[in-house]
């Protein structure tokens, strides 16, 4: 079974960064696009961010477009988001997923291995 691993969650003040890590199956993250994704109490999971096989392409949600990067390590088998300026509204439990594609999308339909969820909880 794929493992997509996530670390890096916790708490943090409002202003405040945080950056996530996520591990990933070489045989999957070696031809796949990855996209973080975020779901908060209550609702339905979103799109956060989205990368492709080479780096070269990202995408971002317009609610988190220059708060939040995403970047992977294709040597580690890693994809990292970091947060910035984080606000209230950022408090969710967020995932990494796998695309079995280069290219990337913001459709979580799209996404073919989910990790487990970190939770992130950012107080005011």
């Known amino acids: 079974q794929v493992q997509l691993v996530e670390f890096g969650g916790g708490l943090a003040q409002t202003g405040g960064s945080l950056r996530l890590s996520c591990a990933v199956p070489?045989?999957?993250?070696?031809?796949?696009?990855m996209g973080w994704f975020r779901q908060a109490p209550g609702k339905e999971r979103e799109f956060v961010a989205a990368?492709?096989?080479?780096?070269?392409?990202?995408y971002y949600a317009n609610s988190v477009k220059g708060r939040f990067a995403i970047s992977r390590d294709n040597a580690k088998n890693t994809v990292y988001l970091q947060m910035n300026t984080l606000s209230p509204e950022d408090t969710a439990v967020y995932y990494c997923?796998?695309?079995?594609?280069?290219?990337?999308?913001?459709?979580?339909?799209?996404?073919?291995?989910w990790g487990q969820g970190t939770q992130v909880t950012v107080s005011s």
């Open positions: 997923a796998a695309r079995s594609s280069p290219f990337a999308t913001m459709f979580r339909y799209e996404y073919h291995y």
């Open positions: 070489e045989r999957i993250f070696s031809n796949s696009a």
């Open positions: 990368i492709s096989w080479s780096g070269r392409d990202t």
